[in-house]
């Protein structure tokens, strides 16, 4: 069984830097993408960025593009989000998300993924 957990959320200033980290246990091969998503209060849950671990492939939306950064520890099952250069907008719940995926495109469409984390609140100040 698949699951996830995230970490790392918190309160921040606009400008400022944060680190989630999700830990995917039960991977069974690299027949996954793995993906960041968030929602807020009124919001649908968006894309955040996504990286497919059979090519190291990754996706970012013209929203984060450039100030966040997904990258994984294959030996520990560690997913990171580097996110830099907040802004108030950011502010959502992020979650972790995984997805049986076997072929080397990325997907990154929410409503695709099957395993979720419960979510780390990202608030940021202005």
């Known amino acids: 069984q698949v699951q996830v957990v995230e970490s790392g959320g918190g309160l921040v200033q606009a400008g400022g830097s944060l680190r989630l980290s999700c830990t995917a246990s039960?991977?069974?091969?690299?027949?996954?993408?793995l993906g960041w998503f968030r929602q807020a209060p009124g919001k649908e849950r968006e894309a955040i960025s996504c990286?497919?671990?059979?090519?190291?492939?990754?996706y970012y939306p013209d929203t984060v593009k450039g100030r966040f950064t997904i990258s994984r520890d294959s030996a520990k099952n560690t997913l990171t989000l580097q996110m830099n250069a907040l802004e108030p907008e950011d502010t959502a719940m992020y979650y972790c998300?995984?997805?049986?995926?076997?072929?080397?495109?990325?997907?990154?469409?929410?409503?695709?993924?099957?395993?979720w984390g419960q979510g780390t609140q990202v608030t940021v100040s202005s």
């Open positions: 039960g991977l069974t091969s690299n027949d996954y993408n």
């Open positions: 998300a995984a997805l049986e995926w076997s072929w080397l495109i990325v997907q990154c469409n929410p409503e695709e993924y099957k395993y």
């Open positions: 990286i497919n671990l059979k090519n190291d492939n990754t």
